[in-house]
């Protein structure tokens, strides 16, 4: 009877053990509407995520509740100049992406022990808090990467080619967060500056 028991335990838990609960696998970034605004053939929209677009497009909600406000910026240039983008002209402060990251990193050791503890009654659950210990390593590990490549910070510099786009998420502090600011653009040869207020 034991032995039925722990099998039909063992069988329930195995897409457990499969799949892992945690992952890190968000959507890739799109234009999104938000704000607006265009000079010269070169159009900035910004968007502040909700947590819904925080837990679709950057893999987890819980950014705001740690602290932060993740905005989309997207430049497209429909110009024959090439734009840089300097993370230094944007006019409120960055946040670096892996810092971020860090932040709202899944807690590995509270997964593994809260498994394990229950490993103790039931065996198979020690097999789910190996498996939980590995995916979250792994989750914490693609969400540095993740957030490092998609984030602008202060000391980046992106160049946007004629006729190309560009799609980034600034991480901004609750404390530093304003619905307007300013982002300044210069053409390559640093004959034009173009100011958007946001």
Request: proline share 4%; hydrophobic share 40%.
């Amino acid at each position: 009877m034991k032995r039925t028991i722990k099998l039909i335990t063992f069988l329930l838990l195995l897409p457990l053990l499969i799949t892992g609960c945690a992952k890190h696998k968000p959507q890739s970034l799109h234009y999104m509407p938000g704000n607006i605004h265009e000079q010269q053939q070169v159009e900035i929209s910004t968007k502040t995520f909700s947590n819904l677009d925080c837990k679709t497009y950057l893999g987890t909600e819980k950014i705001v509740k740690k602290g932060y406000r993740p905005i989309q910026i997207m430049i497209t240039n429909k110009s024959d100049k090439t734009f840089v983008l300097n993370g230094s002209n944007i006019s409120i402060p960055l946040e670096r992406g892996k810092q971020v990251a860090r932040r709202c990193h899944y807690n590995t050791l509270a997964r593994v022990a809260g498994w394990g503890v229950g490993g103790l009654f039931v065996w198979p659950l020690f097999l789910v808090a190996a498996a939980e210990g590995i995916n979250s390593i792994k989750a914490n590990k693609d969400m540095d990467l993740d957030f490092a490549q998609r984030s602008l910070y202060t000391s980046d510099q992106i160049v946007i080619a004629p006729h190309s786009s560009t799609n980034k998420i600034m991480f901004v502090t609750n404390e530093n967060y304003r619905t307007h600011f300013t982002v300044d653009l210069v053409d390559k040869e640093g004959k034009d500056r173009l100011t958007f207020d946001m």
